[in-house]
């Protein structure tokens, strides 16, 4: 079988006299030839090579003949003008996960951010607390924390776009295990966060407890990067990468954004073609719903649904996600990576105990509600939970209800007039 690797590569010979040959281009269009002048020869050198091969052959030259980056940089305007695309496309990877924009690519990108932040500044902050625990340095490590727990946006795409798709091929140890990992990080940094907020001494303890954070988000870039992405990259395909990228915004970004939109080769190539939906996304049919007390268009009844100043969610009765509304300032990231996931595959192991029991709860008939409240920042936070029956009494799901009711628990006395 060893006569089947590396059969893209070019013979060295070959390679030789077509570098040459560049190297001869290069040199025309420095000496002032335009562009359709060097076409044709530029064209017989790299004959009908792929553009991956023309840029290692660039690079060679760069490397190894010693010919100045920017002379060589002439040559992109000689591919632009035969391969009709921009400079950033010709030389861009031949790997999708290596391009701008792609999850993969971005993830990445966070990482080296994060590990700036953890290995230099605050380790930095760390020693000198150690030494000094003064209001400057704890204020500075404040600071590095607040930062730092922007990676819950990393860990929350992770989550809630890339785990969902892993389960769909039979893959759930290793979210599971990660997701708790993940939420063991958050808290650390909170309660960090907390007890320098609160400092009366505790010098050794917090200094520990920021050794182990550095200690635990780099262990977690290096099971991201050697088991979670590549494991990833192997099983799921380029339109599922596309709808990661494209819902990726909803959640957002940790310390870095993507630098352009990832649009794969092929879906490039057809101007205006379409990725294909996941399943029931993009399934519109033209038509009306009648219900026993009116009739609705199916675009009137999602657009109601989506104005309705809360989060609804429905989960039907085998536990699966089937609905969410979707609209404009969500409380909770939702992306449509969940649709068809079950419930407990959506929530951190922590807290699965607590879906499985109300879900019992519910189709048992013990309950037919069940609320919760918790405070975010500045939001007040109601949580309701309604087993969905139908006449019969037969459990059909369960509808979940969020709303943040911190600007009716401050209302006072009455309004009877318009707002200006």
């Known amino acids: 079988m060893s006569e089947l690797i590396n059969n893209r590569e070019v013979d060295v010979p070959e390679q030789t006299r077509r570098q040459a040959m560049l190297r001869e ?23 009908d090579v792929t553009v991956a091969e023309i840029s290692a052959m660039e690079h060679s030259l760069m490397t190894e003949e010693g010919i100045p980056v920017e002379e060589v940089q002439r040559l992109c305007s000689v591919h632009t003008a035969i391969f009709k695309g921009s400079i950033e496309q010709i030389h861009r990877s031949a790997k999708p996960e290596e391009q701008p924009g792609h999850p993969v690519h971005t993830f990445k990108l966070e990482n080296r ?5 953890v290995n230099f500044r605050l380790a930095l902050h760390k ?52 997701w708790g ?31 182990e954070i550095i200690k635990e988000v780099n262990e977690m870039i290096f099971k991201e990067e050697n088991i979670l992405l590549p494991m990833a990259l192997d099983k799921l395909t380029e339109d599922e990468w596309v709808r990661i990228a494209r819902e990726s915004d909803e959640i957002g970004f ?6 352009q939109e990832w649009v794969p080769e092929r879906a490039a190539e057809p101007e205006g073609a379409e990725v294909p939906a996941a399943e029931g996304e993009g399934l519109s049919p033209q038509g009306f719903i009648r219900f026993e007390t ?10 109601l649904m989506n104005h309705l100043p809360v989060d609804l969610t429905f989960i039907d009765e085998n536990d699966v996600v089937r609905y969410f509304s979707h609209g404009k300032e969500r409380i909770f990231a939702r992306t449509k990576a969940v649709i068809g996931r079950t419930v407990q595959n959506c929530h951190p192991p922590q807290s699965v105990h607590v879906v ?30 309604f087993a969905v029956r139908d006449a019969d009494g037969r459990y059909m799901g369960t509808l ?12 006072e006395g009455q309004k009877r007039i318009l707002s200006e």
């Not at 509600?369 to 939001?379: L, S, V």
């Open 25 to 47: 281009i290069i040199k025309e269009l420095h000496a002032g030839k335009s562009v359709e002048e060097v076409k044709a020869r530029f064209e017989e050198a790299v004959g």
């Open 113 to 117: 951010e994060i590990e700036r932040l």
């Open 127 to 178: 020693d000198k607390f150690k030494k000094n625990a003064s209001d400057e340095i704890i204020y500075k490590l404040l600071e590095d924390l607040s930062l730092l727990l922007d990676l819950d946006k990393h860990y929350s795409r992770k989550e809630n776009l890339l785990f969902p798709y892993l389960e769909k091929y039979g893959i759930y140890g290793p979210t599971k295990v990660m």
């Open 181 to 211: 990992v993940d939420d063991g990080i958050r808290s650390m940094i909170k309660e960090a966060k907390k007890a320098l907020s609160d400092f009366t001494g505790e010098t050794e303890q917090i200094a520990a407890s920021l050794e």
């Open 254 to 259: 940790c310390l870095a954004a993507p630098e």
């Open 294 to 303: 009116g009739l609705l268009s199916l675009h009137q009844l999602e657009t």
């Open 356 to 385: 499985e029991k109300l879900l019992a709860d519910f189709k048992a008939g013990v309950k037919d509600a069940e609320d919760f409240w918790i405070n975010i920042k500045d939001k007040f936070i109601y949580i309701r939970y």
């Open 400 to 411: 979940e209800f969020t709303q943040n009711i911190a600007p009716i628990r401050a209302l």
